[in-house]
C-alpha cells in the first residue's frame, strides 16, 4: 500500500500490484498524512509511477528491541509479492517477514501525521510505502500481522520507520488469513 504526501490535494490511483488506494492530507480520509488542524484539501486526479519497494531500506530510527540494527535489505518470498523478508545487513540470523496491508487487511487505512513521518525526510509529493510485520509460528494458517505498529518507507530515499499508531483498537496480532464463517 501506498500513500503519497501532498499538502491540499487528495487522489484515488491504482497502487503496485494494481491495490486501489486513497491518499489524502489534511481529512480524516482512509488513509493519508495528515497536520494537525489542517483543513481538507481540494480533490485532484494525478497520474504518476506507483512507488516500488527498494531493495535496501534503513531505519531512521531503529525497530523496537532491536537498536543495533537499522540497515536492511528487502527480498520477495513468493513470486507474486505478497510477503517479503527484511534481512539485517549486520546480524545474517536476523529477518523480519512483512506484507503489504491491502492484500490482506482491504480495510486497513491509518491516518499518519506528517510529524510521525518527518524523520524520513520526506517531503510534499514524496511516496511512502506501508508494510506490516508478519508473525508466524506454525505455518500461514496461524500467521498474525501487526497493525498496530505498521513499518513507513519513504521509497526514494530507501529510509524506513516502525510507527506506533495511536489508533488503540488496532490489533497487534490480527489474523492474516480470515476465518470463513
Known sequence: MDVSIERGTSEARSGPRGMDVSIERGTSGPIGIAKHGEPAGTVATLPRPAATLPDR????????????????????????????????????????????????????????????????????????????????????????ANLLAPIVIAAERGTALQLVLADSELPLRAPLLQQAG
Do not use: C, M, Q
Request: proline residues 7%.
Open 57 to 144: 531500506i534503513s531505519f531512521a530510527t531503529p525497530i523496537p528491541g532491536f537498536e543495533d540494527e537499522r540497515d536492511f535489505t528487502v527480498t520477495a518470498l513468493d513470486a507474486h509479492g505478497v510477503l517479503y523478508a527484511l534481512r539485517s545487513a549486520k546480524t545474517p540470523g536476523l529477518r523480519f517477514v512483512v506484507a503489504s496491508p491491502g492484500r490482506f487487511f482491504p480495510e486497513y487505512a491509518p491516518l499518519l501525521d506528517a510529524s510521525d513521518v518527518s524523520a524520513l525526510g520526506v517531503s510534499d509529493g514524496d511516496e511512502v510505502l506501508l508494510l506490516v510485520i508478519v508473525t508466524v509460528t506454525n505455518g500461514i494458517g496461524d500467521a498474525t
